[in-house]
């Protein structure tokens, strides 16, 4: 079945880039997606990216797409404390749903 | 404002009781979902609704039921055959068919404790 496989912690010290990798098993994702997890909270969307697509920019955000290695990852530029957060990766199913990552638990340190 | 609003947000249990977690959605969404989410698990798909009075299994409905009387609703029982309830629970929606991204917008959440 799909897999979705993403590293379990990451951190860095604020003003730094940080860069959250993930990989997919499903090469027929139209879609993948970037979702972020705040404590105690539900899901929001950040950014998705098509799968035709290579790279997708939305101000601190750049979204790379590797569909020959069926690698995702995202980058966020001059972290802040406020992006310390749970970050998912997910793709898209044969049956329209979506598969979750892990998570990846950024933690931003002055 | 649209959204999703899941209640209780917390919710104590004893063990051998049932629980029915509430999610209601004024976002004129076809298809609803629930999720239970485990440190360092992800999130798992408990059930899904595409359509009112219709709903599916999703990776791991054992110990768990759901009703879809009405668009709007689309609550989670969670039976005391459930061997490991405590979690946190997240509700989604979409449009269906859904036409590009089929992006989820999610509920804040449930957690559930088992004494």
């Known amino acids: 079945g799909e897999d979705v496989e993403q590293s379990l912690f990451l951190s860095v010290r604020e003003g730094d880039s940080s860069v959250i990798n993930c990989t997919y098993t499903?090469?027929?994702?139209?879609?993948l997606y970037w979702y972020k997890q705040e404590p105690g909270a539900g899901l929001q969307l950040l950014t998705y990216?098509?799968?035709?697509?290579d790279m997708k920019q939305d101000q601190r955000l750049t979204v790379l797409l590797n569909k020959k290695d069926k690698h995702l990852s995202l980058r966020i530029a001059d972290t802040q404390t406020g992006d310390s957060a749970i970050y998912f990766c997910?793709?898209?199913?044969?049956?329209?749903?979506?598969?979750f990552g892990t998570g990846t638990r950024l933690q931003v340190f002055p | 404002d649209g959204g999703i609003t899941q209640s209780p947000k917390y919710l104590f249990r004893k063990e051998g009781q049932n629980v029915t977690l509430s999610c209601e959605q004024n976002?004129?969404?076809?298809?609803m979902y629930w999720y239970r989410q485990d440190p360092g698990q992800g999130l798992r798909l408990i059930y899904y609704?595409?359509?009112?009075?219709?709903?599916q299994k999703g990776d791991i409905a054992e110990g768990y039921s759901v009703s879809r009387e009405k668009k709007e609703s689309f609550p989670l029982t969670v039976t005391s055959a459930q061997k490991n309830p405590t979690a946190f629970y997240l509700c989604?929606?979409?449009?269906?068919?859904?036409?590009?991204?089929?992006?989820?917008?999610f509920g804040a959440g449930s957690r559930l404790t088992v004494l």
């Open positions: 997910a793709e898209i199913d044969n049956t329209d749903k979506l598969i």
């Open positions: 499903d090469s027929s994702s139209t879609y």
């Open positions: 990216i098509f799968s035709n697509m």
């Open positions: 976002l004129n969404h076809d298809a």
């Open positions: 609704s595409q359509i009112v009075n219709d709903f």
């Open positions: 989604a929606s979409n449009l269906r068919p859904s036409s590009g991204a089929n992006v989820l917008t």
